[in-house]
């Protein structure tokens, strides 16, 4: 295991303080429990949005802790949920009075752990409401999941129930836009190299050195099947083909195209990617009105990619394009 | 060799389409011969940044073109020099009368490239001014370069000129500024794993399976020594000494720390190297007032980082405060 880190239990808790240090003017870290909540929090009756979920995923989701997108990110250990009790703090650091909106990815820790969290803050009379992000159309239940995983489109959820917060809508309504989202959003992914868990020391899982895994897991979670690697036209294609069938996206749709590295895909292979994606799409007759290319949502240092497309009307457009201010995501007012 | 590609041929080709369509309100793409130009260029009575040189380090330099950075950008095939016709045409496209200065990392073939194209744009009567940045301690004189070779501070010198020239500064006060920040900035990086072009398909060097090598060049050209993997605390230090001994950086200064991630190495192991660069620099004494932490000047999918510190003033602060809207970089007015 090759890693930049100093003790395997330390490397959460070293890199928060690295990224409380970088970004004071976006972020505050707070400890026992941690959890990456926006400087300004409490924002006074405007509703919150708390997210979280194992470490190893960044900048998901402390690096989308700011104006415009999550109030705070409640980060577990490396692919491990984060606690109750941090989801808690989290909750009572940001709540404003106007209730508070917890996004969380479709596995059984991190959901049974926000529901638990979301009941002791009921009791604390926090209002809290909960959507559930399973955007994954590769495989049905998985090492971690009952149902659909999470993965990329939370991405989208944030930032779009996100700006709906900012602008004022009451609980009810940035719920009801997430909860748009999560219908309208479907995502899957490739795998070319397995990661490393810093705990375990050992690859996740193993792949041929001219193999690939179509609908890979964000933990390296198995997908549909192993293949030889293939251009990249056919991969696109074979994953905008589940994804285009499974809501389904029909030929007028206006949608946002996210092409996502897993951490160790070169940036260029993604605009490429982004490319065949284009022409695919172009050739079904769905128009791509917004795009995201980046490393958003990542598996540690896994090569591979993940491609979500997300049917947008009106709203959600409006609400994408808001302006944001957080590491990893801004754009300008 | 594991990559998201159709033909190594079209690698460079197929990922500036991507980028051109993912970005339209930011860039265009023109080709034949290829450059990324600003969506608005030429910006009339405006000093105009052109910048460019082998692909393969995205996001540089494309995801740097736009308002308050470089006009242009000229990418050569994957770790190539750019021909002298690339950077012509950039400079002949964003030529608002005010001049334009060549942004220049130091490699034998940029250089001489740049330099012919200057020379062509000069017999056509537009005024060009270069600056050759040369930021690494690693090494003098190496693979492709006499003297340092030119790595991450290219980040810093684009930011801070495009900032000078977007509030209207002159052709020389823009060239000083570039020229002040080459003489302040300091880089090293450090290779935990080996990429590999397209066209070659093989590794560009080789490392043990517990091996690093401090002093890595972009190109994976070497470094000082191959040394046994060490705590993230150990490779920090040495980085950092190299680079504070070679300025030298006092007690007492004030400067940005950039933390680089060479393209395969997680967001989270940037963060606790960044961490580490803190705890060293505030046993020193030195001040750490900005802070730049991602994949920002890659090598492919290369694991590892570069350290870079740049001594800040009055000027140079408020320049790098200032509003940009690039791909990679966008910061709000």
């Given at each position: 295991m090759k890693k930049i880190i100093n003790d395997p239990d330390e490397v959460v808790s070293e890199a928060l303080a690295g990224m409380a240090q970088a970004h004071p003017d976006l972020i505050t870290v707070r400890t026992k429990p941690d959890y990456v909540v926006r400087?300004?929090?409490?924002?006074?009756g405007k509703v919150a949005l708390v997210s979280g979920g194992g470490s190893g995923h960044e900048p998901l989701h402390g690096g989308f802790v700011g104006r415009g997108m999550l109030s705070a990110a409640a980060p577990g250990a490396v692919f491990t949920s984060p606690t109750p009790d941090q989801v808690l703090a989290a909750t009572q650091a940001v709540d404003g009075g106007a209730g508070v909106l917890h996004i969380v990815k479709n596995y059984t820790g991190d959901v049974l752990n926000f529901e638990t969290a979301a009941e002791l803050a009921a009791a604390e009379d926090i209002e809290v409401r909960s959507v559930i992000v399973?955007?994954?159309?590769?495989?049905?239940?998985?090492t971690f999941t009952a149902g659909r995983r999470g993965v990329a489109g939370t991405v989208l959820v944030e930032k779009i129930a996100g700006a709906a917060a900012e602008r004022g809508d009451s609980l009810d309504e940035v719920t009801a836009v997430a909860e748009k989202v999560v219908r309208q959003v479907r995502s899957m992914g490739v795998a070319l190299t397995p990661c490393t868990v810093p705990h375990s020391g050992e690859p996740s899982f193993e792949l041929g050195d001219d193999e690939i895994e179509l609908?890979?897991?964000?933990?390296g979670e198995p997908g549909r099947e192993k293949v030889k690697l293939q251009p990249a036209d056919a991969i696109v294609e074979t994953l905008l083909t589940a994804i285009v069938d499974d809501l389904p996206y029909a030929e007028g749709d206006q949608v946002l195209l996210f092409v996502n590295g897993m951490?160790?895909?070169?940036v260029i292979e993604l605009y490429l990617a982004y490319n065949s994606a284009r022409k695919f799409l172009s050739d079904k007759g769905i128009e791509v009105s917004r795009s995201l290319v980046g490393?958003?949502?990542?598996?540690?240092?896994?090569?591979g990619m993940s491609i979500t497309l997300l049917r947008l009307d009106e709203q959600l457009t409006e609400l994408w394009d808001a302006p944001v201010s957080t590491i990893a995501l801004r754009r300008d007012a």
């Open positions: 400087a300004d929090a409490p924002v006074e399973d955007d994954d159309v590769a495989v049905k239940d998985s609908g890979i897991g964000i933990h951490g160790g895909t070169p490393n958003y949502i990542t598996s540690l240092e896994m090569q």
